[in-house]
């Protein structure tokens, strides 16, 4: 059983150097899963939950997610500079081991807690914005 698990993560790990140029599986799963554990998100999480597009937390809405900057609005810049790429893929793509599915959601949440201590151009932290359930980023 350890040797299967070993030859997975080995997999998965030499899988994500092979599909890291391949975009990121999809994030709000993630991203809603991180604002419903804390009840001071409680307002966003509410927000996030009602919106039709939810890539447009971190991109700009319409905008080519597969050209040059992916089409982040400034808090996906934030998210994007703070995000540990190759480890999430790697734990993502063996998401079925619990240990490497928390460790997935763990990259997401510190990715997404380094960019709320981040301020804006007009001053105020992404992470004020949030709690006041409004969307971080500007579009």
Avoid: W
């Avoid at 966003?44 to 919106?51: L, P, R």
């Amino acid at each position: 059983m350890i040797r299967t698990v070993r030859s997975m993560i080995a997999i998965s790990v030499v899988g994500s150097f092979c599909t890291s140029a391949f975009a990121l599986p999809p994030l709000p799963p993630y991203v809603a899963e991180h604002y419903k554990a804390s009840a001071e998100y409680a307002k966003f999480a509410q927000t996030f939950g009602a919106m039709k597009t939810k890539c447009d937390t971190c991109h700009v809405p319409g905008a080519d997610k597969k050209a040059k900057g992916h089409g982040l609005n400034d808090f996906g810049k934030a998210v994007h500079d703070n995000f540990k790429h190759k480890e999430f893929l790697a734990a993502n793509l063996a998401k079925d081991i619990p240990a490497e599915a928390a460790k997935a959601k763990k990259v997401v949440a510190d990715a997404l807690a380094a960019a709320e201590a981040l301020k804006n151009a007009d001053g105020k932290t992404y992470g004020e914005l949030i709690k006041a359930g409004m969307l971080p980023g500007k579009n």
